[in-house]
Nanobody, 125 residues
């Protein structure tokens, strides 16, 4: 199982930006597609973004498209989430995810093999 550690959450005003990082323990980090999910207060965990193993393709939920950017550095075993134009509705705990090797549908939590501990993002209005 891949160990994942997120960092970079915090409090920001609406319209601001944050950058989340997720460091993975796995030596063969490039074997895993990676993603970010989020869970707002009183809500279920939902898909936000995903990136393929080599970083060539990305997938975004409609709610974050055009504002969030996922990237990865396989040499550093790290995936990033740049969040711009943040809105109060983006307030959530953000979880880094390493997908199961055979997962082809990034939208569902049952395709995830490992989760990070989560990092809180709070956007004030």
């Amino acid at each position: 199982q891949v160990q994942l550690v997120e960092s970079g959450g915090g409090l920001v005003q609406a319209g601001g930006s944050l950058r989340l990082s997720c460091a993975a323990s796995e030596r063969i980090f490039s074997n895993y597609a990676m993603g970010w999910f989020r869970q707002g207060p009183g809500k279920e965990r939902e898909f936000a973004v995903a990136i393929t193993r080599n970083g060539a393709s990305t997938v975004y939920a409609d709610s974050v498209k055009g504002r969030f950017t996922i990237s990865r550095d396989n040499a550093k075993n790290t995936v990033y989430l740049q969040m711009n134009s943040l809105k109060p509705e983006d307030t959530a705990v953000y979880y880094c995810a390493a997908y199961l090797p055979w997962s082809h549908n990034y939208y569902y939590t049952n395709g995830v093999g490992s989760w990070g501990q989560g990092t809180q993002v709070t956007v004030s209005s």
